[in-house]
T-cell receptor
Framework: GAGVSQSPSNKVTEKGKDVELRCDPI?????LYWYRQSLGQGLEFLIY????????KSGLPSDRFSAERTGGSVSTLTIQRTQQEDSAVYLC?????????????FGPGTRLTVL | GQNIDQPTEMTATEGAIVQINCTYQ??????LFWYQQHAGEAPTFLSY????GLEEKGRFSSFLSRSKGYSYLLLKELQMKDSASYLC????????????FGQGTTLQVKP
């Protein structure tokens, strides 16, 4: 597609349930990034993929969070045993090569609400 | 380490000019980005500066001073649709792909 797409756009879940968030990057982009934006806060880096590898996963807040990328394209962010503090907008971005001057292009995000 | 600071809120009048400042401290500087984010929407890329000076792009301009660790976004001929958050960001040290964002400046344009 023309841009980064994410699904679902909204997700409401109960505390303790697992959720999966999906990201489709811009075609041909080798680098993919996940960020989290809590209400009224800036973007918080979670993880960076170069191809199918994750050179930097330093932003994942706990071992309940994991992510994978397959075929150098689609990525899934999984949150196990969700907690109320996980409620946020999860944004995915991609860039052409992952270089330190690359522009990152963002998807519309998934708004996660944990009840 | 990395630290990016920008004002939390600004208000300006339609048709006026507004300057949004950003100061940064990064251990390895690879350029500075500005993004616009309307409420409930994704950030959209506005500009990228890696060299000192002013980059003009229509009504929006961005300035960088590497020696001062300072950038600003200049919006001219403000329109109501410019009401949004403006995010300043820079890559962290090393080639990790980690884009460090400031908290964002919420700009409200009034008639």
């Amino acid at each position: 597609g023309a841009g980064v797409s994410q699904s679902p756009s909204n997700k409401v879940t109960e505390k303790g349930k697992d959720v999966e968030l999906r990201c489709d990057p811009i075609s041909g982009h080798t680098a993919l990034y996940w960020y989290r934006q809590s209400l009224g806060q800036g973007l918080e880096f979670l993880i960076y993929f170069q191809g199918n590898s994750a050179p930097d996963k330093s932003g994942l807040p706990s071992d309940r969070f994991s992510a994978e990328r397959t075929g150098g394209s689609v990525s899934t962010l999984t949150i196990q045993r969700t907690q109320q503090e996980d409620s946020a907008v999860y944004l995915c971005a991609s860039s052409s090569s992952g270089g330190a001057t690359d522009t990152q292009y963002f998807g519309p995000g998934t708004r996660l609400t944990v009840l | 380490g990395q630290n990016i600071d920008q004002p939390t809120e600004m208000t300006a009048t339609e048709g006026a000019i507004v300057q949004i400042n950003c100061t940064y401290q990064t251990s390895g500087f690879n350029g500075l980005f500005w993004y616009q984010q309307h409420a409930g929407e994704a950030p959209t890329f506005l500009s990228y500066n890696v060299l000192d000076g002013l980059e003009e792009k229509g009504r929006f301009s961005s300035f960088l001073s590497r020696s001062k660790g300072y950038s600003y976004l200049l919006l001219k001929e403000l329109q109501m649709k410019d009401s949004a958050s403006y995010l300043c960001a820079s890559y962290g040290s090393g080639n990790t792909g980690k884009l460090i964002f400031g908290q964002g400046t919420t700009l409200q344009v009034k008639p």
